[in-house]
């Protein structure tokens, strides 16, 4: 293997890490689990990859700056009011919850596996943190009910960067009280915070404001961000010894809680950057494991790891939700859902490297501990939480809503109808306008694209299963069909088409060509917009057993386009021109009505024995 070049390993690691998240994101796993595997097996199992080899002394300040980039990425999401607007039980897991795992865990590990008082508090502080990277795959294959699913997906966004920065205040800490008296400790320490909280808020709001008065071109704005971090981060440590994390974390943090910037298209540059730096990272860190830790850590590992899963966890539940309306098993279910991520493992490997170099005894064992714990939280909880939740009766039936990308008057008039049929719906635009239009008629919207990874971590889809495409957008609405191709599965998504996409559907056998024909074949976005301006209105009609769906067309004719079907159970079937639908009485139609036939005197009720049309119920009429 002497052979290979650096060069080469290098790139070979890149591949690996993206055939890892892609392995991953086709079989819906978290993306920590073939990561871990793939640096298990090039490194100490086939030793394939020796990192320390590679990269030499590049690789502590390789890991010190991909760890910088990652804490920035992820404070840059921790907006304080998301805190406040997810609820007071998510508020108290991610302060007084937060810091009973660390208590419990702390004490726990210096008892029993017998590390100092410093190196326990520092790792009860690293796995404290959950983390999205694993919370969203686990709950879109346990499917809780929307409850407790909300809990757990916003728990695992805002602890993510509050846990990392209270990992790094520890570790400033320990490094301070470093064979120092205690008064010497604490000036350490407060000249850290100082430098940290005080460098940091300075550099975010020089950047705020050049990026607000556009100082820089739209081009430069991402790749100045970085740089500009990264400098800070150095300028931070020359200050003041190793307080570069902390710096950058407050950084993002203060920047996030700005009004005065726009931050979409950093966040997605950083997004980027780090899922592809976490996989890289993460492969090069579990390849410098050395497989007899795991063994060396023992029976007093596994009554560690006990600990964490059924004291730890359970005892920051019912602290947390102590007078919160919260039965016992919602709890119970929130007890057994915790497992950590890779900013955990990434985050313990750079501190445990820094302590090693420093002579700090017992830090070689620092990064297998949170491997384990990582490992037993991940595998064990993702193999056993959808049974718990079907034991506990908190799984959510198959989800039958709809998430409906295109927020334009139709779109608005059909979400509303199906509101009122007590169909869930979530409504999807990059279109701000007409988001807000639908935001006021109180319709729960998202403004972005649905197929971004924010949408991925931050939308509740809990009771949505389905996709319309109702958009003009001709190049997202490829690319979000197919980003819910594979999240819904096959006959779940639906999209207009006109005549061309329909006749290239019969000639191709892909993916997106066969979600085309929705409401019917040749049915494209111009002409519902063209109906509605022509005054369409959409309609429900009751079907009984003296007026059928052949009535139904009879009577409206080609002046109604049918829409959805629900049946007398209160599942909506839609129109498309891939499936026929057999209404029958006790089912609701839901239609587009030309004016003229909206405006004709409804048929009167006939007996029975006459064979007439029986329009029965009431019609609802939505603009």
């Known amino acids: 293997m002497e052979s290979i070049s650096a060069l080469s390993l290098l790139a070979s690691i890149g591949v690996l890490s993206l055939l890892c998240q892609w392995f991953a994101w086709r079989i819906r796993i978290p993306a920590i689990l073939p990561l871990l595997v793939c640096g298990l097996l090039v490194g100490p199992v086939f030793h394939l990859l020796d990192p320390d080899a ?40 991610v302060s007084v919850g937060m810091l009973a795992t660390f208590a419990i865990i702390g004490v726990f590990t210096h008892f029993i596996m017998g ?13 404290v943190v959950t983390g999205p990277t694993v919370i969203v795959p686990m709950l879109r294959s346990i499917r809780p009910t929307a409850k407790v699913a909300n809990i757990l997906r916003w728990e695992g966004i805002i602890i993510d960067p509050i846990g990392a920065l209270l990992a790094v205040l520890v570790y400033e800490f320990i490094i301070s009280s470093r064979d120092t008296a205690m008064i010497h400790a604490m000036q350490a320490f407060g000249v850290t915070l100082f430098v940290g909280f005080g460098l940091g808020w300075a550099a ?63 966040l997605e540059f950083k997004e980027s950057l780090s899922v592809l730096l976490i996989s890289a990272l993460f492969i090069i860190l579990a390849a410098r494991l050395d497989l007899s830790h795991f063994v060396t850590l023992g029976m007093p590992m596994v009554f560690l790891l006990l600990i964490i899963l059924f004291i730890a966890r359970p005892l920051s539940v019912l602290i947390s939700a102590y007078k919160l309306d919260l039965n016992w098993k919602e709890k119970a279910l929130l007890s057994w859902i915790a497992p950590r991520g890779i900013v955990a493992a990434a985050v313990s490997a750079l501190f445990a490297l820094k302590l090693e170099t420093a002579g700090w005894q017992g830090a070689d064992i620092l990064v297998p501990m949170v491997f384990m714990v990582i490992i037993t939280t991940v595998v064990l909880q993702s193999l056993t939480a959808k049974f718990v939740a079907g ?38 635009d990059t279109n701000w306008e007409n988001l807000s239009q639908a935001r006021m008629e109180g319709l729960p919207v998202y403004f972005g694209n649905p197929a971004s990874e924010h949408a991925t971590n931050h939308v509740d889809l809990s009771g949505i299963g389905r996709l319309l495409i109702l958009s003009p957008y001709k190049q997202l609405n490829p690319l979000v069909s197919m980003h819910f191709l594979d999240w819904f599965g096959k006959d779940k998504v639906f999209g207009l088409g006109n005549e061309n996409d329909l006749r290239a559907s019969h000639q191709s056998s892909g993916s997106y060509t066969e979600t085309l024909g929705l409401f019917g074949e040749g049915i494209s976005y111009s002409k519902l917009a063209s109906l509605r301006a022509k005054k369409a209105l959409v309609k429900k009609t009751q079907l009984t057993d003296n007026f059928s ?9 080609t002046r109604s386009l049918p829409l959805f079907a629900i049946d007398d159970t209160g599942y909506c079937h839609v129109f498309s021109a891939q499936k026929t639908l057999s209404p029958k009485a006790g089912w609701t139609i839901i239609g587009l009505i030309s004016p003229e036939v909206s405006a004709e005197k409804p048929l009167e009720k006939q007996p029975d024995t006459q064979g007439k049309l029986d329009p029965a119920g009431p019609n609802t009429i939505l603009p």
């Open 391 to 428: 034991a506990l009766g908190l799984q959510e039936p198959a989800a039958q809503g709809f998430l409906i990308f295109g927020a334009n008057d139709t779109a608005r008039a059909i979400a509303k109808i199906l509101t009122e049929q007590n169909v869930k719906i979530r409504i999807a």
């Open 204 to 266: 975010a709001k020089i950047l705020i404001e050049t990026l607000n008065r556009n100082w820089l071109p739209h081009y430069l704005q991402n790749p100045a961000t970085l740089t500009f971090m990264l400098g800070i981060y150095a300028v931070s440590n020359f200050l003041q010894h190793e307080s570069g994390l902390l710096t950058v974390t407050v950084m993002g943090m203060v920047m996030a809680n700005s009004r005065k910037v726009d931050l979409e298209g950093i």
């Open 549 to 557: 769906f052949e009535h139904y067309l009879e009577q409206y004719g």
């Open 115 to 127: 590390l100092s008082w410093e190196l326990s508090a520092l790792f009860g502080a690293l796995v």
């Open 54 to 93: 590679l990269f030499g002394d590049l690789l502590f300040p390789m890991v010190s700056l991909a760890v910088a980039i990652i804490l920035f990425e992820g404070s840059l999401t921790l907006e304080f009011k998301q805190i406040q607007g997810h609820g007071a039980m998510v508020r108290n897991l």
